[in-house]
């Protein structure tokens, strides 16, 4: 029996990395995309396809395009698609914020995550898996992060829509809303002072893995959870 598909926007690196490894290893072929520059190396499992695409999630046409390459490629729609692309800006007050910023994180965060939720939408096969990921700050505010966080919130909308438009065709749709995770994106512009501020966040007084959350991700887009739908399920080490 051939392997189910997945398909990992945003997987080249941290959380979306770890992602396909864990579906590779439990058992689907995956593909990922990335926007500049593929990963060097691989330490996928035996037996597992692995293909990585350049998209600008931002071009829907580019987004269209690699569901056609991947059911080209692997001979079927994806079972499973983890919505991750994104970026982050530099943070600052609302009254402060960088207007052309706020447009680039609303252009990636929110046009981009629609463009990939509408073609995930038409193209995952019936019963298959929709898994996006936002971040607990939208519900655990934090100063400098309000525009960010509100990208994230318009996304988590989406996905919550999306389950009631897709229960007919047996499709779950869920996010996973990360807190502080140790990646190259959550290090940038961080000294290890700040660093350690975000672990603080938590009770346990440190940040999260991308494996930690690459579990979720696969857990979610497993049979094992074949009862949660609509929901945000929140991997942050106890930051409540």
Not at 61 to 84: W, Y
Not at 99 to 117: I, S
Not at 138 to 144: D, E, I, L, N, T
């Given at each position: ?111 981009g995550a629609f463009n990939v939720l509408q073609h995930a939408a038409r193209n995952v ?116």
């Amino acid at each position: 029996m051939a392997n189910k598909v997945a398909l990992v926007f945003g997987g080249s690196r941290g959380i979306g990395a770890a992602a396909v490894k864990k579906l590779a290893e439990q058992g689907f072929d995956v593909a990922f995309t990335y926007v500049a520059n593929p990963p060097a190396g691989s330490d996928m499992p035996s037996g597992a396809k692995v293909s990585g695409y350049q998209v600008d999630i931002t071009d829907p046409s580019q987004v269209a395009g690699v569901f056609a390459a991947v059911k080209s490629d692997f001979g079927a729609n994806p079972d499973c698609i983890v919505a991750n692309a994104g970026i982050n800006v530099p943070p600052g007050p609302v009254s402060d914020f960088d207007n052309d910023n706020f447009r680039k994180l609303v252009e990636v965060n929110l046009v981009g995550a629609f463009n990939v939720l509408q073609h995930a939408a038409r193209n995952v096969r019936d019963g298959g898996t929709i898994v996006g990921v936002t971040t607990t700050l939208v519900r655990f505010a934090a100063p400098g992060l309000g525009p960010y966080s509100a990208t994230k919130a318009a996304f988590e909308c989406l996905l919550r829509s999306m389950q009631k438009e897709l229960a007919g065709r047996g499709i779950r749709v869920n996010g996973v809303a990360p807190g502080p995770v140790d990646t190259d994106l959550f290090r940038s512009g961080k000294d290890e002072a700040a660093v350690q501020r975000s672990a603080a966040m938590s009770p346990f007084n440190r940040v999260g893995k991308p494996e930690e959350v690459a579990e979720v991700i696969a857990f979610l887009a497993s049979p094992k959870s074949s009862w949660i739908a609509g929901q945000i399920v929140q991997p942050n080490g106890g930051l409540v």
